[in-house]
């Protein structure tokens, strides 16, 4: 079965940085469209990033420039390096597979184009 486990999550002060890591087991990411989503205290779940199988990122707007995805195929892990990081950035993040369109050339950010939901890892921006 599609498992995921985020880490890498805390506390941090605006302008400072953060990796966060997305490990999956029951599959290998050579096939699957691997999302980042976010989600803050009162607000809706918001995709962050997403990396094709093929390793082409989409971004939303909010993060582009600061944020940064990739994927280590070898160790079955997804990573988001986040830079600039803003108190407007804390959330619960969250990674998760498109299993239904395999091998896309450009991924959308679409949280209801996801499944296999990870457990969450918390991000603070906090002074």
């Known amino acids: 079965q599609l498992q995921f486990v985020e880490s890498g999550g805390g506390l941090v002060q605006p302008g400072g940085s953060l990796r966060l890591s997305c490990a999956a087991s029951?599959?290998?990411?050579?096939?699957?469209?691997i999302g980042w989503f976010r989600q803050a205290p009162g607000k809706e779940r918001e995709g962050v990033s997403c990396?094709?199988?093929?390793?082409?990122?989409t971004y939303a707007d909010s993060v582009k420039g600061r944020f940064t995805i990739s994927k280590d195929n070898a160790k079955n892990t997804v990573y988001l390096q986040m830079n600039s990081l803003e108190p407007e950035d804390t959330a619960v993040y969250y990674c998760?597979?498109?299993?239904?369109?395999?091998?896309?050339?450009?991924?959308?950010?679409?949280?209801?184009?996801?499944?296999?939901w990870g457990q969450g890892t918390q991000v603070t921006v906090s002074s």
């Open positions: 029951g599959f290998t990411l050579d096939y699957y469209t």
């Open positions: 990396i094709t199988s093929g390793g082409t990122p």
């Open positions: 998760a597979a498109d299993p239904w369109n395999l091998a896309q050339a450009m991924c959308v950010i679409t949280p209801s184009g996801y499944d296999y």
